[in-house]
């Protein structure tokens, strides 16, 4: 309204030329007020993050704008801070993890100190315990004999579903409950096989088993 009855004052007074002149200091006025506004730079994205490992140190990198600062978090602490390259990207090295679950996040910092909205978060679990695994057949020691008795079926359980199981050279997959069963073909004679065990921080654990198969 007040704006409405200073054009028509000044309609009155100056005429149209007036008029222009008061509508380009509006103009430069609102012009001036968006110049202030402050963009926040884009949050960082994370691309290369473990989910589980043994290591108690792990490489965390990914993208930001570049020649932007990438401010790391592990659990709610501020932990490191990296200038992002040319091409936008970042690298942490040796960065600590403790026993169990670790969230982290990231957040980007312009030159001004204005930072980004907060990143994704990630979950790292740092496990050293080794899987097990219980093999319910066939015993050790045992002897098959004919060619009904060839192939053995390896029957067991892990304790850590995820893991994944190798008899010999074959991996075995694995039920919702961690149970196994694979048909394994035995040569003639003595034979030691390999159990082997993986779980998805990288533990491993192996065992063996001593059959024999006489035709």
Do not use: H
């Amino acid at each position: 309204m007040v704006v409405a009855l200073v054009i028509i004052v000044a309609t009155v007074i100056w005429g149209l030329k007036g008029i222009a002149s008061l509508s380009a200091i509006f103009i430069n006025n609102d012009l001036g007020d968006v110049g202030d506004i402050e963009l926040k730079p884009t949050p960082p994205i994370i691309s290369d993050i473990p989910e589980a490992t043994y290591s108690a140190q792990v490489r965390i990198t990914g993208f930001a704008q570049p020649g932007i600062e990438v401010i790391l978090y592990m659990n709610g602490a501020r932990l490191a801070q990296k200038l992002t390259s040319d091409s936008g990207t970042f690298e942490f090295v040796g960065v600590p993890i403790a026993e169990g679950e670790n969230v982290v996040y990231a957040y980007s910092q312009a030159s001004n100190e204005l930072l980004s909205e907060k990143s994704k978060e990630y979950i790292i679990v740092l496990d050293t315990t080794k899987p097990n695994v219980t093999l319910q057949s066939p015993s050790d020691g045992k002897i098959f004999r004919g060619q009904s008795e060839r192939i053995v079926n390896f029957e067991g359980v892990v304790n850590e579903y995820g893991s994944r199981v190798f008899i010999g050279e074959r991996m075995a997959i694995l039920t919702p409950e961690g149970k196994f069963s694979l048909p394994y073909q035995l040569v003639e004679g003595d034979q030691e096989i390999q159990i082997r065990v993986v779980d998805k921080a990288g533990n491993e654990e192996i065992s063996a088993i001593k059959l024999r198969w006489e035709p």
